[in-house]
C-alpha cells in the first residue's frame, strides 16, 4: 500500500511539473501599467498647454477636448498615498504644474512621488475646476471630472524610475501667480494655525466633534498668517492624518510655528494647500 502511494504522488509531482514548464516566463521588460508605444513626438511644456486653452479658465468649471496630438511630460508630485489627494493626482515639469483627475483609487502604487510620465494628450479634456487646471472627462456637461481608469492607462507610459528628490518645494508667497503655481508643490515656512474649538484636530469626525463644518468631506484650517479667503489648509476626513492635532502648546495656550509641503491648488481666488502626507508637518518648536 505505501509503494502504491508513493507511485501514485510521484506521478502527481511529475504531471505539476509538466504543467509548469508549460507556463511562460513573466515579461519583466514591460511595465504592468500604461502604454509603451507613446512616443516623445509634440511634447509641450505644462505652461505652453494652459496657455493654449485660456477660455476654459477664464471662468468657473469649463472644458474642452484636446484634439492636437501633443504630450506633456513632468513628475508626479503629489498622490493618494496619505488619503488626502482624492483620485487624482498632480503632475509637475520645470514651467507648470496641472492637476491629472483618474476614477481611481490607490494610484500611488503605480504612480509614485518623482515618478516622470509622458502624458497623450489628444481626445484627453482640459478644464478649470474653480479655475484651477485639470487634465480629465467632462463632469455635468460644462465642467471638469475624472477620465475613465482605462482610458488614463492607455494615455501615458513612464520614464525612467521614481525621484522623490527631483522636484523640490518652491517656497510658498500668498502673492504669487495663481495662473503660473497652481498645483504645483509649495511649502509655507513658519506658519501657525489658527486655534479652533473642539478636538483641535486637522480633520476631525464630525460625530465626535460638532465644531467642525464640513465643506466637500473635507475640513479647511486657517493661518494666522494669512487671511482665511487667502490661504486654507484643506484636509479631507479620510486622510491619515486626519486625527492628529494641529501644532498648539496645551500649557502656554499659543500656537506652535511649523513649515507646511503640500500642493497650491486654487479655488477661485482662495489658495487651498492640500498636504500630501503627515511627514510633510515639520514641527520648528
Known amino acids: 500500500m505505501k509503494t502504491l502511494k508513493y507511485f501514485a504522488l510521484l506521478a502527481f509531482a511529475l504531471t505539476l511539473a509538466a504543467c509548469q514548464g508549460d507556463w511562460d516566463e513573466p515579461s519583466l521588460s514591460e511595465p504592468p501599467y500604461g502604454n509603451s508605444s507613446i512616443d516623445d513626438q509634440n511634447i509641450i511644456s505644462i505652461k505652453e498647454l494652459i496657455a493654449r486653452y485660456p477660455n476654459v479658465f477664464a471662468s468657473t468649471d469649463q472644458n474642452q477636448q484636446i484634439t492636437e496630438d501633443i504630450k506633456i511630460r513632468g513628475r508626479v508630485t503629489g498622490n493618494d ?36 510620465i509622458v502624458i497623450a494628450l489628444k481626445d484627453l479634456y482640459i478644464g478649470g475646476y474653480r479655475k484651477q487646471p485639470e487634465i480629465g472627462q467632462p463632469y455635468n456637461g460644462t465642467s471638469i471630472g475624472r477620465m475613465n481608469k482605462d482610458v488614463f492607462q492607455q494615455h501615458y507610459k513612464y520614464v525612467g524610475t521614481p525621484d522623490a528628490n527631483a522636484i523640490q518645494p518652491i517656497e510658498f ?54 487671511s482665511a479667503s487667502k490661504v486654507v489648509i484643506r484636509t479631507s476626513t479620510y486622510a491619515k492624518f486626519a486625527a492628529r492635532k494641529l501644532p498648539y502648546d496645551d500649557v502656554n495656550k499659543r500656537p506652535i510655528k511649523c513649515n507646511i509641503t503640500g500642493i497650491a491648488t486654487r479655488y477661485n481666488d482662495t489658495w487651498q494647500i492640500l498636504i500630501r502626507k503627515e511627514s510633510d508637518i515639520e514641527v520648528l518648536e
Open 81 to 116: 498615498l496619505g488619503s488626502n489627494i482624492y483620485k487624482q493626482f498632480m503632475l509637475q515639469d520645470e514651467t507648470g504644474a496641472i492637476i491629472v483627475a483618474v476614477n481611481q483609487s490607490g494610484m500611488h502604487g503605480f504612480l509614485a512621488e518623482g515618478q516622470e
Open 173 to 226: 508667497d500668498v502673492n504669487m501667480s495663481k495662473e503660473e503655481n497652481s498645483a504645483k508643490l509649495v511649502t509655507l515656512k513658519n506658519v501657525s494655525f489658527t486655534p479652533v474649538a473642539g478636538l483641535g484636530t486637522f480633520a476631525p469626525d464630525t460625530t465626535a466633534d460638532k465644531t467642525v463644518q464640513l465643506v466637500g468631506g473635507c475640513v479647511n484650517r486657517t493661518l494666522n498668517e494669512y
